[in-house]
T-cell receptor
Framework: DGGITQSPKYLFRKEGQNVTLSCEQN?????MYWYRQDPGQGLRLIYY???????QKGDIAEGYSVSREKKESFPLTVTSAQKNPTAFYLC?????????????FGPGTRLTVL | RKEVEQDPGPFNVPEGATVAFNCTYS??????FFWYRQDCRKEPKLLMS???SGNEDGRFTAQLNRASQYISLLIRDSKLSDSATYLC??????????FGTGTRLTIIP
């Protein structure tokens, strides 16, 4: 089955710790994205990557870092510099060619800072 | 003004009724438009893209009005399974989607 996987589903972190959220896709999509969703707010873009070894900051990149060493993988690190990290994190991907611009989402990771 | 605005609801609608949502966007150069559906504590899933001529998929109809900068979603003969949050999504430029905060719909038996 083709799709996007995220792990873990739930993650608990102590203040001051860095954590890395996994995102993997086997859809052969070129572009990958990270969003966070907070209650009552729309999804906000953290980072995105259109090709391997390249990525750009989104609207709320402070306190986060990413890497794109493989086409299939786009891990997100939530650092201790992120002041309010508790949120629902969603990874998405899309094919960059053609006219369709739909993004497809993974099941998400719920991060809670204790 | 928010880039993409939606009425947050909630909309409580009896089963079988017709319900419509509107969404307005601020950037007149927006290129692509979508409706996503998000169930509680789940990821958003694409419901339908919205084309200039309007498009229909079963009980769902989407319309785009570029002059007034709004898109709409109409759900006919609503089912209990239609209960969800509906996200209006707009593409500015080539890669970045902007999401509305969503409209929450509950279908009442």
């Amino acid at each position: 089955d083709g799709g996007i996987t995220q792990s873990p589903k739930y993650l608990f972190r102590k203040e001051g710790q860095n954590v890395t959220l996994s995102c993997e896709q086997n859809l052969n999509h070129d572009a990958m994205y990270w969003y966070r969703q907070d209650p009552g707010q729309g999804l906000r873009l953290i980072y995105y990557s259109q090709i391997v070894n390249d990525f750009q900051k989104g609207d709320i990149a402070e306190g986060y870092s990413v890497s794109r060493e493989k086409k299939e993988s786009f891990p997100l690190t939530v650092t201790s510099a992120q002041k309010n990290p508790t949120a629902f994190y969603l990874c998405a991907s899309k094919y960059s060619g053609g006219v369709n611009n739909e993004q497809f989402f993974g099941p998400g990771t719920r991060l809670t800072v204790l | 003004r928010k880039e993409v605005e939606q009425d947050p609801g909630p909309f409580n609608v009896p089963e079988g009724a017709t319900v419509a949502f509107n969404c307005t966007y601020s950037n007149s150069a927006s290129q692509s438009f979508f409706w996503y559906r998000q169930d509680c504590r789940k990821e958003p899933k694409l419901l339908m893209s919205v084309y200039s001529s309007g498009n229909e998929d079963g009980r769902f109809t989407a319309q785009l009005n570029r002059a007034s900068q709004y898109i709409s979603l109409l759900i006919r003969d609503s089912k209990l399974s239609d209960s969800a949050t509906y996200l209006c999504v707009v593409l500015f430029g080539n890669e970045k989607l902007t999401f509305g905060t969503g409209t929450r719909l509950t279908i009442i038996p």
